[in-house]
């Protein structure tokens, strides 16, 4: 989410993959990289103590994405990173309950932008301005992730991605049907290509699981504010209307699926192309990867269809970040700080994402360099980036890359003679 970082991403919304804002099945536990998360410490040349160990939760590909980064930081900053993924509502609702109780919280834990407003609200996250300022990063990223992540002038989260949207589709179930999403300007005229369709198979699904989401995608591109000026929410408008109208019509139009969001029915429907597309931030793209691996080549993309003529054809969905809670000791919180500053606050590491996962981030190059640029800039070892596409419709309880990596440096030091 550092200006400039994404072109790949938006690039990718001319032709590539991607789906919606997931509500992820609550199944599965988790699976961690990474070693012991407690005890210790380590002082550096350049700051304060740190702890040798930090925990970071997320979820799904998301998690794995920051996997990816954990071994060339501990290379260059030391410590021990351990990346555990948890079920998205499972994390989420896990996470929001030690911020309640003041305890249980890991070093650092992802946090949606949607979720923003009400975690700060509990008063249990750690205000990271001083830090902010210290590495000398706020201005590389875009300025509308901020607002959700502030409150009374702190700051409570380094930001992480964006969700610009895009409308993907099975170019071989449209081509099939003569339907043409190049042509298509707005949702009603998009309705009308979709009736070519047979019956069984539908152009797009509308999840009663998730018409939040929708409202709020199709209410900022009408430019609506999801709030009133005195905090209400602003359904009671002019723009709201509009969009409960669109919906209405693609529910009764007899065009849409209704199959909840993430479920292993979503999931086969749009591999098996009886849901011929569907719109959504671009972050999904390394989910449909993930998932549907066996349909690739066949997804295009088109910018979401207008209101009405003449309307605006972008908006966002979604958006990560990055928080750490209150009551994380200091020396912990430094730890996980300088693991987040390293992984999102770099051009080394946050641009490669747009390129691999149609995640979609913005930087441009710190006029001084950070401890994290610095130490990226002198490095020689390859890099491998992390990236943020949104999570998978379940978690593994499997041995990952940090863990099978740590075997392997175990094994090689008894070897040495």
Not at 9 to 34: K, N, R, Y
Not at 193 to 206: A, I, R, T, V
Not at 252 to 270: E, H, K, R, Y
Not at 386 to 403: E, K, N, Q
Request: hydrophobic share 30%; aromatic share 8%.
């Amino acid at each position: 989410m550092l200006k400039g970082a994404g072109l790949a991403g938006l690039a990718g919304l001319a032709g590539c993959v991607g789906t919606g804002d997931p509500a992820q099945s609550d199944g599965g536990g988790t699976s961690e990289s990474g070693g012991d998360s407690s005890g210790g410490s380590t002082s550096t040349t350049s700051g304060p103590a740190m702890a040798q160990s930090a925990e970071v939760w997320g979820w799904g590909v998301a998690a794995k994405s920051l996997d990816l980064i954990d071994e060339p930081y501990e290379e260059e900053h030391g410590g021990d990173i351990t990346i555990t993924q948890i079920g998205r509502a499972d994390m989420k609702d896990k996470f929001k309950s030690t911020l309640l109780s003041g305890s249980g919280a890991p070093g650092a834990a992802m946090m949606e932008s949607v979720d923003a407003a009400s975690w700060v609200d509990t008063g249990g996250l750690r205000d990271i301005s001083d830090w902010l300022a210290e590495a000398g990063i706020k201005d590389e990223f875009v300025s509308g992730k901020w607002g959700p992540l502030e409150k009374d002038g702190g700051t409570y989260a380094l930001p992480w991605d964006i969700g610009p949207v895009g409308t993907f589709y099975r170019r071989d179930v449209m081509a099939e049907h003569d339907i043409d999403p190049t042509s298509v300007e707005t949702w009603d005229q998009y309705i009308e290509e979709g009736k070519k369709l047979p019956d069984g198979q539908y152009l797009l699904n509308l999840p009663s699981n998730d018409y939040d989401g929708l409202w709020r995608m199709m209410f900022r591109q009408l430019g609506g504010q999801p709030f009133t000026s005195n905090g209400a929410v602003n359904i009671n408008s002019d723009k709201s209307l509009q969009v409960a109208r669109i919906l209405k019509r693609l529910r009764d139009s007899g065009v849409a699926n209704d199959l909840a969001s993430w479920s292993s029915a979503w999931f086969t429907a749009f591999g098996e192309g009886t849901t011929a597309s569907l719109t959504a931030g671009a972050w999904i793209e390394g989910t449909l990867k993930a998932e549907l691996g066996d349909t690739a080549g066949k997804w295009g993309a088109i910018k979401p269809p207008a209101i009405e003529s003449g309307g605006s054809r972008a908006t966002n969905w979604g958006g990560s970040n990055v928080t750490i809670a209150k009551q994380v000791d200091d020396q912990t919180a430094r730890r996980a700080w300088d693991y987040m500053a390293y992984t999102l606050g770099s051009k080394e590491h946050q641009p490669p994402c747009t390129r691999s996962t149609g995640s979609s981030r913005r930087w441009s190059p710190p006029t001084s360099p950070t401890r994290s640029t610095r130490a990226a800039s002198s490095s020689t070892g390859k890099r491998r980036a992390a990236c943020s596409p949104r999570s998978p419709r379940r978690s593994r309880r499997t041995a990952t890359r940090s863990t099978r990596r740590r075997s392997r440096r175990r094994s090689t030091r008894t070897s040495v003679t």
